[in-house]
Each structure stands twice: as structure tokens, then as C-alpha cells.
Nanobody
Framework: QVQLVESGGGLVQAGGSLRLSCAAS????????MGWFRQTPGKERQFVAA????????KFADSVKGRFSISRDNAKNMVYLQMNSLQPEDTAVYYC??????????????WGQGTQVTVSS
């Protein structure tokens, strides 16, 4: 099993940047494909980005391609989401996810508590 804790959210103006971090506990972290999802009130949680266990496969939602990047540090049990050129429509609660399916981009069974990102216009 793995426990996940996100950090790095906050309020930023449009065009700004934020870096989200996800700290994972558990000895098997490096074996998990990891992902970020986001959710706004009244809507389903949506895929944002995913990275496979060794960092060699990365996928993004079309809405964030070219603006967001994802990385991981298996030695530190960390996953990061660098978000640039943020827009108001990026406003959401962002969740870290473990054991994401890289083929279907469906989330795995492990979630963090989420971190709020608010982008003002």
C-alpha cells in the first residue's frame, strides 16, 4: 500500500506558475505508475497527467499539454506537477493518485487528500 500527501497548491494570477508535490509513503512507491487528477465542484474527477514507474512514459490531458510537466524522484518517494501559464479554468482541487493505468488513464485505488489550486483572472 501507499499513502499520498499533496502540497503546493494556492492562489495564483493567470499566467503564473505553481509546483505541486506529492509525498508517498510505502516501500513499493517506485513500482507504481503515478498520476494527477483534478476536480471542480459538481464535476467528476478528471485526468491531468501520468508518469510510469521509471519516468520514461508520460501522458497529459490535451487541456494541459505544453503547459504542465510531471516528474518523479523515486529515491525521495516524490511526484511533482509543474504547472505553467495557469488559467482560471485550471482552478480545481488537484489529487495525486497511485497505480494509475497508463493505457486507459483510469485512476488507481490510492488517493491523496487533495490540494486546492485557484487561478484568478
Amino acid at each position: 500500500q501507499v499513502q499520498l500527501v499533496e502540497s503546493g497548491g494556492g492562489l495564483v494570477q493567470a499566467g503564473g506558475s505553481l509546483r505541486l508535490s506529492c509525498a508517498a509513503s510505502g516501500r513499493t512507491f517506485s513500482s507504481y505508475d503515478m498520476g494527477w487528477f483534478r476536480q471542480t465542484p459538481g464535476k467528476e474527477r478528471q485526468f491531468v497527467a501520468a508518469i510510469n514507474w521509471n519516468g520514461r512514459r508520460i501522458k497529459f490531458a490535451d487541456s494541459v499539454k505544453g503547459r504542465f510537466s510531471i516528474s518523479r524522484d523515486n529515491a525521495k518517494n516524490m511526484v511533482y506537477l509543474q504547472m505553467n501559464s495557469l488559467q482560471p479554468e485550471d482552478t480545481a482541487v488537484y489529487y495525486c493518485n497511485a497505480d494509475v493505468a497508463m493505457l486507459t488513464l483510469r485512476p488507481g485505488g490510492y488517493w491523496g487528500q487533495g490540494t486546492q489550486v485557484t487561478v484568478s483572472s
